[in-house]
């Protein structure tokens, strides 16, 4: 069923092009692939996860049709002669996960390049087949796509007062429950590595920010302030973070250098000030404000007062994320106060006011960048259902993988 | 001086240094065909953590205690109204009856917001009350603000009238 659903919401999501953007990349420069599954149990799932894969890089106009063919030796099938590349696969389920890929020009059947993948975990598979993707993409000089190989963290809520923040791969075909009760939020990644990351936890009382080593369990302490506390960011060096506090009970944005534990407040508004994000070479901040008498999109130089307006569209647009001098917010766009409101995510310039709007249907939240800034993630609920919605901004494409997220709290990639 | 390396040497590490880097296969070649066992970047699992025996689900903290009255917001808003006023005067008399007790003032939104908006707009009403209190003589001292955002919902339903429960401030004495 599940796969029934990922092709409805894939095909759905290229056809409605939810995402009107500039295309950077010419379709004819895209390598055209097929994929050939040689397991001795073939499933379609491990294929659906290929195409996904393929097709979000933006670099590859992947054949959709599902094919076994023998792992070893050459291809038979002359319709495939007129793709560049054939990806033959061999999935194995046993002491583990194993993959072992082929890729073999169409035209006579070299091969180009083969690899094994193995992990303990069975549910981590998906990892085997986004390895496999990123690999095949860099051998073939493509522009760096290994984002996908990313976990994904975000809390949701299971009940008044309780949360779970839960680690998953980008298309949440793998997820696992990291903290399981108590009230833990607002999850973000300490490193590029993600090795660990910091959350908010109202486990003991006051809102206290804590890191995580996930493989570890080991917990360290940071910060603690009533009101509220949330990491909003990390430098990339990860040695400074942007953290929302109160420690008078008024919510402003403060700096926090790990390795002088200085604290610097960065805002002085006596509205909200809520969640920043390094840009522009982290020498300045854009966050969330009500400074105007309704939320909208601020930038601030760090170490400079002047506050300047990001934004120029919406009335509502209560949260964002930047990547360098690109903002991406999401625009409440319904005049009704309440049931099923209509949000958009957009993308802007600190430098123009240019601005496009990735989504145009349903309600669209949690505006995620990737890593590299060449692909933004949210979450879309429509029609009662919920999925993680992605757009590759250089090439145009978009997917849509169904996830159950109403009570989604918070995501970072 | 010694000679460290012949020139038939340098040649050779010439070469070997040259050949760092290139393990890369090239896309139009034939590559090595031995397997690599590549689960570096993916192998070792994530802890998982139960912390189910901390908070309470059970509804008990999502209205006021102690004789206090929770306070109702509008949409979006954290500005006491002149009705509002009035609650404001009784749990400031409940508060003067409970001594120099410490109490604890809990800011709630609807789930219509996101992300740490909402958590800042429950912190402001939770101040806004904690301001109103202080103007009628409770010392600001005795009063710690959380904000719970909407994680706390005193009603679930989609309708007008449970979203407006859940625009609320709680108050009651810390412990």
């Not at chain 1, 625009?331 to 209509?342: D, K, P």
């Not at chain 2, 010439?14 to 689960?39: F, L, R």
Request: with cysteine.
């Amino acid at each position: 069923m599940r796969i029934v659903i990922w092709f409805f919401l894939s095909t759905f999501s290229l056809l409605a092009i939810d995402a009107k953007l500039t295309i950077e990349t010419d379709v004819e420069q895209r390598a055209k692939v097929a994929l050939l599954d040689g397991s001795a149990l073939p499933e379609e799932a491990i294929f659906n996860l290929f195409v996904s894969d393929l097709k979000i890089s933006g670099h590859f106009l992947v054949d959709g049709t599902y094919r076994t063919e023998s792992f070893e030796g050459g291809t038979w099938d002359g319709a495939l002669k007129s793709k560049e590349y054939l990806i033959k696969y061999r999935y194995v389920q046993s002491g583990g996960a194993k993959l072992d890929i082929r890729l073999l020009k169409a035209s006579d059947g070299t091969e180009v390049f083969r690899k094994r993948y193995a992990i303990n975990s069975v549910a981590k598979r998906p990892f085997l087949v986004h390895k496999a993707v990123s690999d095949i993409n860099a051998v073939l000089n493509y522009p760096d796509i290994s984002w996908i190989n990313r976990y994904i963290v975000f809390s949701k809520y299971t009940a008044p007062r309780r949360s779970e923040i839960v680690v998953a791969d980008y298309t949440f075909a793998y997820q696992k429950s990291v903290i399981r009760g108590g009230l833990n939020l607002f999850p973000k990644w300490a490193d590029a590595k993600q090795q660990a990351f910091y959350y908010t936890s109202y486990t003991h009382g006051l809102p206290t920010l804590y890191k995580l080593n996930i493989y570890t369990g080991q917990r360290t302490k940071i910060a603690r302030s009533q009101g509220m506390l949330v990491c909003s960011d990390v430098s990339r060096d990860g040695s400074r973070l942007l953290l929302t506090m109160a420690p008078t009970g008024q919510p402003d944005i403060y700096e926090y250098d790990l390795r002088s534990g200085q604290k610097r407040r960065l805002t002085t508004f006596s509205g909200i000030d809520v969640g920043a994000k390094y840009a522009e070479e982290e020498q300045s901040i854009v966050f969330v404000s009500n400074r105007l008498g309704y939320p909208n999109i601020f930038k601030k130089g760090i170490g400079s007062a002047a506050v300047k307006q990001a934004v120029y569209r919406g009335r509502n647009n209560n949260a964002c994320d930047a990547f360098e001098n690109k903002v991406i917010y999401a625009s409440r766009e319904s005049s009704s106060v309440f049931g099923a409101n209509t949000f958009n995510i957009y993308l802007t310039s600190l430098d123009s006011p240019e601005t496009r709007p990735l989504t145009t249907t349903g309600s669209n939240q949690f505006p995620r960048f990737s890593p590299d800034g060449n692909v933004v993630m949210y979450i879309k609920q429509r029609f009662g259902a919920s999925s993680v919605g992605y757009v590759n901004l250089q090439s145009g494409a978009t997917l849509l993988f169904p996830f159950e997220a109403h009570r989604l709290q918070s995501i970072d990639w | 001086m010694y000679k460290v390396f012949d020139k038939k040497s340098w040649i050779v590490a010439i070469a070997a240094v040259t050949m760092v880097g290139c393990g890369q296969p090239a896309p139009d070649g034939k590559v090595n065909p031995n397997n690599v066992y590549d689960s570096g970047t993916i192998a070792g699992d994530t802890v998982s953590i139960d912390e189910g025996r901390y908070g309470d689900n059970s509804g008990r903290f999502n209205s006021s205690s102690d004789g206090f009255q929770s306070l109702y917001f509008g949409f979006d808003s954290y500005a006491i109204t002149p009705e509002m006023q009035q609650m404001i005067s009784r749990d400031a008399e409940v508060a003067r009856g409970h001594g120099n007790a410490k109490i604890r003032i809990e800011g709630n939104c609807d789930e219509f917001g996101t992300d740490e908006y909402n958590y800042a707009l429950g912190l402001k009403r939770a101040k806004a009350v904690k301001d109103a209190l202080t103007a009628e003589g409770i010392p600001a001292s005795r009063m710690e603000l959380i904000s719970y955002g909407e994680s706390n919902p005193a009603c679930t339903e989609q309708t007008d009238a449970c979203f407006a429960q859940n625009r609320r401030v709680d108050l009651r004495l810390a412990r």
